[in-house]
């Protein structure tokens, strides 16, 4: 779960960051300004991350701060998961990433599952749409919304894509080790629910 501190820093840096958007006057911009500055300095302190990758991150965002949108898709054979490994840090996740403009979350979805597993799905059903600072995952400066949506394997085979380096699919009880900032145990234990359920309805948090 989030630190309060963290939480503190992120609404700092909407404020700011929104005021720097939508303020006409001088004095206030320059408030917005110190604002946007002592967030990205506690994210600096706090975290692993320096402080210029810190305003790096923060330069590309502009406008109202909104949550950005990550999508992961859910294949089940067998009773078991589709995971691919990933090369950033060599720990498994559910294919997926941020949604890309232009396409749905169910369209996204489908793309990244041939992207990075080689296999070609249909999108069934949404599963879940979780806030990523409800749950265990790793503290991290944005806030994400994580939708799952269950998608039907139709064909394909399995092959690396250019972030990932591996494909299985893996049972409940023979999860490897999981990249936390993607998926949690929790988060796959919640999936095979709705494989022993089907009738089970949509989690929202």
């Known amino acids: ?31 917005y300004e110190q604002l946007l500055r002592l967030s990205t300095e506690i994210f600096a302190e706090y975290t692993d991350s320096g402080m210029e990758k810190i305003k790096l991150f923060f330069s590309k965002e502009t406008g109202y701060q ?5 999508v992961r898709g859910v294949v089940f054979k067998e009773n078991k998961i589709l995971l691919v490994k990933e090369n950033s840090d060599q720990r498994w996740a559910l294919p997926g990433g941020f ?12 793309k ?44 394909g085979s399995p092959s690396m894509g250019v972030e990932t380096n591996d494909v299985r699919f893996f049972s409940e009880s023979n999860l490897p080790e999981l990249s936390l900032n993607r998926n949690t145990e929790s988060q796959i234990k919640l999936l095979f629910e709705f494989l022993r359920n089907p009738q089970k309805e949509t989690i929202v948090d």
């Open 1 to 31: 779960m989030s630190n309060k501190w963290l939480d503190w820093a992120k609404q700092i840096h909407a404020i700011s960051q929104t005021g720097l958007a939508y303020s006409k006057d001088v004095y206030d911009k320059e408030r």
């Open 66 to 70: 909104t949550p950005k949108v990550d």
């Open 99 to 110: 949604c890309d403009v232009g396409l749905s979350p169910a369209e996204n979805a489908v």
């Open 112 to 155: 990244e599952i041939k992207e990075e597993s080689g296999y070609d799905t249909v999108s069934t059903k949404l599963l879940a749409v979780l806030d990523y600072h409800k749950h265990p995952h790793p503290p991290d400066i944005f806030h994400y919304y994580k939708i799952f949506i269950q998608c039907e394997l139709i064909g």
